[in-house]
Nanobody, 114 residues
Framework: VQLQASGGGLVQAGGSLRLSCVAS????????MGWYRQYPGKEREPVAL???????EYVDSVKGRFTISRDNAKNTVYLQMNSLKPEDTAVYFC?????????WGQGTQVTVSS
């Protein structure tokens, strides 16, 4: 399984970005997809997760601002990030947990300027 993320970039505080991640290869169902982020010198932490039945979980700091969604037909997960804050600046990684294990996409940098 390969995960290809896109959509990061530089945005001013209060702005929006949308991350996308496409899974390819032997993607089996059911699976859990999501996004983690990593600050410099810190461990990767979960941001938002979504199951195949659209059950979602968010870290408290992004609730009400970020929305995770998925398109099962396209094996794609999205993260709509609104009202971005400087503290959202991090490298974001997409993630898939399936029957054969877990997989990571390459990181995509999100930078929010104040």
């Amino acid at each position: 399984v390969q995960l290809q993320a896109s959509g990061g970039g530089l945005v001013q505080a209060g702005g929006s970005l949308r991350l996308s991640c496409v899974a390819s290869g032997s993607v089996l169902s059911p699976n859990l997809m999501g996004w983690y982020r990593q600050y410099p010198g810190k461990e990767r932490e979960p941001v938002a997760l979504i199951g195949e039945r659209d059950n979602t979980e968010y870290v408290d700091s992004v609730k009400g601002r970020f929305t995770i969604s998925r398109d099962n037909a396209k094996n794609t997960v999205y993260l709509q990030m609104n009202s971005l804050k400087p503290e959202d600046t991090a490298v974001y990684f997409c993630y898939l947990l399936g029957g054969r294990g877990y997989y990571w996409g390459q990181g995509t940098q999100v930078t929010v300027s104040s």
